[in-house]
């Protein structure tokens, strides 16, 4: 070796110097890019939400399903479903990211600086959401609108989270207008029934959020309704959830084989709320999942099958 001729070493230290880039430096920046991204995807939490996206097919009972559009109103309902709840979720995962503990809950936690990756990918979510509302129906459009804000009120701006019962009645909010993104008129009793049982359902489920969320939350001086409500509380909400909402469903149209149905399937949820507790909330919260699901293909079944003629 001549003494001209640099030493890998040599070349390493006048790289530095002169802030050229090394030739190692596009594959690892390739990869943390990548990384950015994947951690973006898993920020919108898709398997806590994908179930929801058969929600504007309740537009099947009653008298829209003889319109010729349903189909594309139903699949172009649930890519805006979707993105809204994408959005939702991604968004509360970057609002969230500083007092957010758990990694595998929210891929963004820990992270200090804006994740621009997941920026974009929510924004783009809002977008795409509001255009394909906007090519279905004006009833898709506000329904998409209502969803949306209330994300953006939950965890960011005004983040209401952080206030008991507002909280609680906003997180709903983002789900409240989903059975009904397919509808092209005036929504008929059997949808308008479908819907307020999947609003109770879905608030029982948010309160066995709170509950297991508590800790984390009011180490970041968040207060949910589950989290300020105490054992007592818990139990007069679920009595609220349960009973009396069970008890509303005799106001609606007499269908004598899906009431009684909807009725023991919300008292069913109700139990679960009432036996909740910090340490078990997580677990009855994933049941109250699977169970609100089968609850819901159930009257969806009873009501196409004829159960409210």
């Known amino acids: 070796m001549t003494p001209n001729a640099p030493t890998s070493l040599t070349r390493r230290l006048r790289a530095e110097d002169t802030g050229s880039p090394r030739r190692d430096d596009g594959p690892r920046l390739s990869r943390a890019s990548n990384t950015a991204w994947q951690r973006a995807w898993r920020a919108v939490r898709a398997p806590h939400w994908w179930y929801f996206t058969p929600l504007p097919l309740a537009s099947l009972v009653g008298e829209n399903s003889a319109t010729p559009d349903l189909a594309i109103r139903c699949i172009g309902s649930m890519i805006v479903t979707a993105l809204c709840l994408a959005y939702a979720y991604g968004l509360n995962g970057i609002a969230d990211r500083r007092m957010d503990q758990n990694a595998a809950k929210n891929s963004l936690a820990g992270v200090t600086g804006v994740p621009r990756e997941a920026v974009a990918l929510v924004a783009s979510c809002v977008l795409g959401a509001l255009l394909v509302a906007a090519a279905l ?29 507002i909280g609680t009645i906003v997180n709903v909010l983002i789900f409240a207008p ?73 106001l609606l149209p007499d269908w004598p084989a899906v009431r009684p149905t909807a009725a023991l399937g919300l008292c069913g949820g109700a139990v679960m709320v009432a036996l909740c507790s910090r340490d078990r909330a997580r677990q009855l919260r994933f049941a109250h999942r699977w169970y609100s699901l089968a609850v819901g293909m159930l009257l969806f079944a009873l009501l196409v099958r004829g159960g409210h003629t």
């Open 137 to 165: 129906t004006p009833f898709a459009l506000l329904g998409a609108s209502i969803s949306l804000v209330a994300g953006t009120l939950y965890s960011s701006l005004l983040r209401l989270k952080r206030l008991p019962v």
């Open 178 to 250: 989903l059975p009904l993104l397919a509808v092209s008129g005036t929504p008929t009793p059997a949808v308008l029934f479908l819907t307020y049982c999947f609003w109770v359902l879905v608030t029982q489920n948010q309160i066995l959020h709170e509950v297991s969320d508590a800790a984390e939350d009011e180490s970041a001086g968040v207060h949910t309704t589950g989290a300020v409500a105490g054992t007592a509380g818990i139990r007069v909400l679920a009595v609220l959830l349960g009973p009396l909402a069970a008890v509303l469903l005799w």
